[in-house]
């Protein structure tokens, strides 16, 4: 049986748990496990996560350390062998399930986000945080929302700090709970000059690519999103969608409730046609919001190292509680 063909023997949970032993080092409990499904918003009992377990050890998945389960090189193997429609497939249904469990209420301005995590030494984030305090008042700006959260790290081994931030993804789950039906596009290099959005430079589209667009970019050194910060010009990471005609008018109220609740991002609708180097048809609007990213994209162009997790956490706004830019 060749690795691929054993995977198709794996449900979407067992890929989860799978993808999780793989990105940490060491073996992990039934209940180290369950708490960071919780995180990614997929809730099963420990019961369940051992019957998934035991079903791996027999495909030679994992194995028993203890009272803890480790990925084996077997599983390594079997996460790489993954076909690139089925990585892609399940990156898309993953992104649309989050949009979908969302339960941010515009109104009350409460409920539950999408959010993304970064990983950074302990000794690091006094200097990261100096770090992007020193590129101004502007800042806000660049990022979806400008506040975040810092725990304790869990599963992942060594002196971590997990940093969580609000997705920009957010803003689709906003829009469709209110009314407004979105086709998520991808996210691209959006050119600014004087903090005002111009073009955008590169894009990738979310339907094919089987990784984090917004890693990929800024792991290649594509952003500029310091400079952007303290001069206004630079490229930036962003995120875009189309929406109906006749739903622009909707949309613009709600993108303007949500500045109302603190989401200082630069968002933007346009009319149909040839808007920020993007064509859409006559018939749909094109909407673009900065991304929680360019947070990540200002430290990885500091020089400080970390690790990234996108989509992967459902939280209510109300734990984002430090300003990114103190007040």
Known sequence: MSPV???????????E?????????????SGEIQRELNRRGIYLSQRTIRYYLKL???LGLTKKVRKARQITSEGRRRMRALTVSTRMEWMLDRMYQRIAEMDFDLATGSGSVIANKLFLRREDFTWVMQHVISLGKEVPKLLFYPRYQVRETGLRRGDLLEIKYVSSNTLYGI?????????????????????????FVEVMHYSGTTISSSQLLIFAGMTRV?????RGTGTVLA?????????????????????ELGFEGIMEIREPGFAYGLRTGKLRGVVISVTGANFAAMIKEGG??????????????DAFDRNVIPV
């Open 56 to 58: 791996m050890d027999e």
């Open 5 to 15: 063909q054993g995977t198709r023997k794996l449900n979407e949970n067992m890929l």
């Open 17 to 29: 748990i799978l993808a999780i032993l793989d990105g940490i080092e060491g073996p992990a409990t």
């Open 226 to 230: 310091s400079e952007a910060a303290k």
């Open 304 to 317: 400080f190292d970390l690790r990234m997790a996108f989509d992967t956490a459902m939280d209510d706004l």
């Open 175 to 199: 829009l469709l709970r209110n009314g407004v039906p979105v086709s998520v596009k991808g996210v691209g290099l959006l050119e600014l000059k004087n903090y005002r959005p111009t073009t």
């Open 239 to 259: 995120t875009f969608g189309e929406i109906p005609y006749n739903s622009i008018s909707k949309a613009q109220k709600i993108l303007d409730k949500m500045r």
